[in-house]
């Protein structure tokens, strides 16, 4: 019998280890490479299309000649809803993209943008230009978040350069930093991290030799209700320009807290 309990309490304890972790965080993770594969677990919305000249993911339409689309939205929306937050746990996450925006139109400027964002599941697509196919006519969504990278100015909304700026219900972002023109014409990384226990939302980018950081202190369970979805916008207004999407990757940590209550949606 002593053998026996000698044997069994090794497996034992690695069983509570197991139960223990489980209930104290669940991982929800996947990763797209856009090589001309279209993923069957994302909803394509607006625009959002693999055309035949490219092998990634296109936000927005271009003409028979390549040439970018005014005044158009689209989505790539993550199928699979995100537990962000329950009773005695919150959901840290981060997620990496890289991107290239082209301007190859007759447009003198380009614009409008691209973004990661975060909403209540099942959220029409919204308008397109500064409203980046996420936010309504006059750019507001109380329940939306967002890092939107920015390659058109628009006066009265955004400050008056290009920028990766952070979006809490509105297309004016709490807070930016300028990029100039690093954007444009070349792949940009952007990996973009939420810490619940901080409430620090933290985005880094780097596009050829440079690199860019902004953040924001935001606790999302004020404004975003529980099951949530996220996705990618891109959109065009009178300027224009060509969104494509190289890579995306997601990862979220359900993580007990050890509080008792439920945050109820703002």
């Not at 394509?44 to 003409?63: I, K, V």
């Not at 290239?100 to 397109?128: E, K, M, N, R, Y």
């Not at 196919?133 to 100015?153: R, T």
């Not at 810490?195 to 980018?205: D, E, F, G, P």
Request: aromatic share 10%; no cysteine.
């Amino acid at each position: 019998m002593a053998k026996l309990l000698q044997t069994l309490t090794p497996l034992l304890s690695l069983l509570l280890l197991a139960t223990a972790t489980t209930a104290r965080s669940q991982a929800t993770s996947f990763i797209y490479d856009f090589y001309g594969q279209k993923p069957t677990d994302l909803l394509y919305q607006g625009d959002a299309h693999f055309p035949s000249d490219s092998t990634f993911l296109r936000l927005t339409n271009t003409d028979n000649s390549g040439n970018p689309l005014s005044h158009r939205a689209g989505r790539a929306v993550h199928s699979n809803p995100i537990h962000l937050y329950q009773a005695g746990a919150h959901a840290d996450f981060e997620t990496t993209l890289k991107f290239t925006i082209s301007h190859t139109g007759t447009a003198s400027v380009p614009g409008d943008g691209l973004t990661f964002f975060i909403q209540p599941v099942g959220t029409p697509l919204g308008f397109t230009g500064a409203s980046f196919g996420i936010f309504n006519p006059s750019g507001l969504n109380p329940a939306v978040f967002a890092v939107e990278f920015d390659i058109y100015p628009n006066a009265g909304v955004d400050p008056s350069y290009r920028h990766v700026g952070i979006d809490i219900g509105s297309n004016v972002s709490k807070n930016t930093t300028d990029v100039g023109g690093a954007l444009l014409g070349q792949e940009v990384t952007a990996r973009i991290n939420y810490v619940q226990a901080t409430k620090l939302i933290s985005v880094q980018v780097s596009a050829g030799s440079e690199s860019f950081e902004v953040s924001y202190v935001q606790d999302l369970s004020t404004f975003l209700p529980q099951m949530v979805e996220v996705g990618l916008s891109g959109s065009t207004g009178g300027a224009i320009a060509v969104f494509d999407v190289v890579s995306w990757y997601f990862t979220s940590t359900l993580v007990n807290t050890g509080a008792g209550h439920i945050h109820q949606y703002v």
